[in-house]
Structure formats: C-alpha cells, structure tokens
C-alpha cells in the first residue's frame, strides 16, 4: 500500500488536525503492509522534512480551515504545455517565443519536476485529513472531524461556514471511503449526507506516549519556565471559540469559594480564537484577580507536562468530533470535567465528572468535585488510566489502513 498526505496541515504551530495528521503518518509508516508513505504541500509532492524546510520560506498557513491555493497564471500555461509537449520541448518554445521567460527557466523546470513527482503518486491511496479533499487519480479518503459548520453556524465565521458547506458536499462525492473520529459524528454524517454505513467508519484518535502522569521533579523545569505550582491550577485548553463553551466556565468558576479559585487559578493553553469578545471581557476580569493566565500556543514538547502538573482538565465544550484533550489528561493521571454533549461521554465514559454544557450550576458542582479530591477523584484518575491505555496510534492506522484497502478495491 501507497499512501498519500497533505501537509498543509503540518507546517507549525500544529492545529487539532495537524497532530492527528502526524501521529497518523508516524504510525502508518511502521505498519507492514504499507510500502510508502508521502506527502504534498500545494504543488510540491515528496518527503515530509524536504517539504517543510521549503515551506519555511514559501509557504503561509491558514490558521484553520483555508481555500486551495490557487496556481499562478504561468503555472497554468506550463501545466497546459506539459500535456502535449516534451519538456524540452516547452523550453524550446518559451525561451524562443518569450525571451523574457528564460531566466525563469529553472525555476518552471522545478516546478514542472515537482508536478511530475506528484503525477507518479496517482496510484497512491490519497487521505485528506482536512475535510477538503483535492482531486486525485487514485483512491481517495477523507476525514471529516465534526459537522459544527453545519450543526452551529452561528459559532463560526460567515465565510468559513460558506466555504466548508461548499467543500465538505464536494469532498464527499469524491471520497471513495469516509473516516470519522467517533461514532457520535459517523452517526451525524451518515444521517445528513445520506450515506450507506458501509461508506462511513469511525477510528479514534489517541494520547501520545508523552502523555503520562508525572512527579513534581519530572516538571519543576517547564513549571518553574512558566510561574506555575504542582498541583495548583486548573487546566484549560482549546481555542477561545464560542464552541469551547469557556464564557459560562468563567460564570461558573467565578461561584467557586474564594479559597479554591486562590488555590486553582485557571491556565488556558491554546489559540485566541475568533468570536471571542466576551469570553476576552471575562477572562482579563479575573486575570485582574489573579485567577486567569493565558500561556498561548506553547511547544508540544511542554504540553504534556502542563497536563500532567495540573490539579485537573476543564473541558465545557458544547460540541466536539472526538475531544482529544480529555483523554490527554486522563492519560497524564488528572482528573477531568466535560460536558455530556455530541462525542465527549464516548472519550470519557465514566472516568470523569460530566455535565450539562448549559447549566453553570452543574459546572460550578462539578469544578468543586473537581477540585476537592478525595477517594472518588482518585478512583476516576485511576480508570482514566485504564481507558486511556487502550487508545493507540498503532490501533488507528491498522484501522486506516482497513479502509484504505477498502478505497482501493472499490476504486
């Protein structure tokens, strides 16, 4: 097997997508029964570290979900010539009828050979792990994380939500074969696009090996790098999106007795997000306080450790296709808070505290349970250990690669 990825989504600071995209390709690379795995970025096709190192300098990521980028006018001369003439012959009749062209000349004949390459990987099984699944010759699969466009427009920008209900109907004719990251979403997409089951399968993400419990010594390095105690926050993660549900957090946290909120200040990891202005009103009222620090993006190397220094994971989102933080933290040996909303309960099952994502009295329980310990808390840390160990990257590829060879033998 031939496999194909873009990797777009892989040029830093890494999204959702872009972890699930790495880790996916790392693994599928050790399987026995694949015998390539590669990649593209916009026309380039080769090697993952070749085509990062060259975006460095020539790439600009959309922060999330982007348009195809379009081809130069030129390119598209070149591509029209390549398809009836030899390249030396093109070059013949660009530098003889255009003369202004032929110090371009290397740089179109690179272009060309990177299109060439990307010819050679018609036979590959190509997986778009970003909804947007681009025309390819071969056997096609696409990952459809979440349907939130579809299901809340109202939490996304207008042209986003114009672009993706574009996009995902496209993306979907074409696919040969479908994946979601949970049954909650294969239910949703099977549902609205009319689909057969037969098209559609559900593979689970998973924690990363780096995400395991910790002593204080395993991470006074990176707790002393960002002023923060063992023990002595309360985690947060994900963009600062109205999907995230954090403006109610901060309600609900804010009727925390004053001696856990001294105890357990908030630590949000992640993105600013878009439609954020109240939850950006909130948040610098009980920074004020001393109960609220935003860290940003930080490196991955350190966001284990964040987790697993935590008191415990927050996590009030309304909807999710999987929830990946969650079982992050229930591999880092923290306890967790989630909603019992879309996926979320099918990651967490009954190893965490989970609640309505409307109700701020239920969030504000909930922290406190949270929050408090005891003997419940550590019997929730310790099957969150046990769920979490059953989750693998080797499990999904073996999977993906089922449905790969399912795309292949339908093609």
């Known amino acids: 097997m031939k496999v194909l990825y873009n990797a777009n989504v892989l040029v830093p600071p890494l999204s959702g997508v872009g972890i699930y995209t790495q880790r996916l390709g790392e693994a599928m690379s050790q399987l026995s029964g694949v015998d390539s795995v590669q990649y593209f970025l916009n026309e380039r096709c080769g090697d993952l570290d070749e085509l990062l190192a060259l975006s460095e300098i020539e790439h600009k990521r959309e922060p999330v979900v982007g348009q195809p980028p379009s081809i130069p006018w030129h390119k598209k001369i070149l591509h029209a010539l390549l398809l009836r003439y030899s390249l030396r012959e093109i070059k013949h009749i660009v530098c003889h009828y255009i003369p202004v062209l032929d110090r371009a000349w290397t740089v179109s004949r690179n272009w060309i050979e990177d299109l060439r390459r990307r010819r050679r990987v018609g036979s590959y099984v190509y997986h778009e792990t970003n909804f947007v699944l681009e025309a390819h010759k ?178 009030p989102s309304i909807y999710e296709g999987f929830g990946l933080p969650p079982l992050e933290a229930m591999a880092s040996g923290i306890p967790v808070l989630a909603t019992n909303a879309s996926s979320i309960p099918e990651v967490v099952g009954n190893c965490g505290i989970l609640v309505d994502p409307n109700s701020r009295k239920e969030l504000t329980s909930g922290l406190e349970k949270l929050l408090g310990g005891g003997s419940e808390i550590s019997e929730m840390i310790e099957a969150g250990l046990r769920r979490s160990s059953s989750y693998s990257w080797h499990r999904a590829a073996q999977e993906t690669l089922d449905v790969y060879a399912r795309a292949q033998n339908g093609y």
């Open 138 to 315: 071969g056997p096609k699969v696409v990952t459809v994380h979440d349907l939130s466009v579809i299901r809340y427009p109202q939490f996304h920008p207008e042209k986003r939500v114009k672009f993706m209900n574009e996009w995902m109907d496209k993306s979907i004719q074409r696919a040969d074969q479908i994946i979601t990251v949970s049954e909650y979403i294969k239910r949703e997409v099977i549902e609205h696009f009319g689909l057969e089951d037969s098209k559609v399968t559900a593979i689970a993400h998973a924690a990363d090996e780096n995400y395991h419990p910790r002593k204080l010594e395993e991470c006074s390095v990176v707790l002393k790098n960002y002023g923060l105690e063992y023990r002595g926050f309360l985690l947060v993660v994900g963009s600062m999106e109205p999907r995230k549900n954090l403006s109610l957090l901060m309600d609900a946290y804010t009727d925390l007795p004053s001696d856990l909120k001294q105890r357990y200040p908030i630590v949000h990891v992640g993105p600013p997000g878009w439609n954020n202005s109240e939850i950006v009103g909130k948040t610098a009222k009980l920074e004020e306080l001393g109960w609220f620090r935003s860290l940003g993006y930080i490196d991955q190397a350190e966001l284990p450790v964040i987790f697993s220094a935590a008191a415990g994971l927050a996590f």
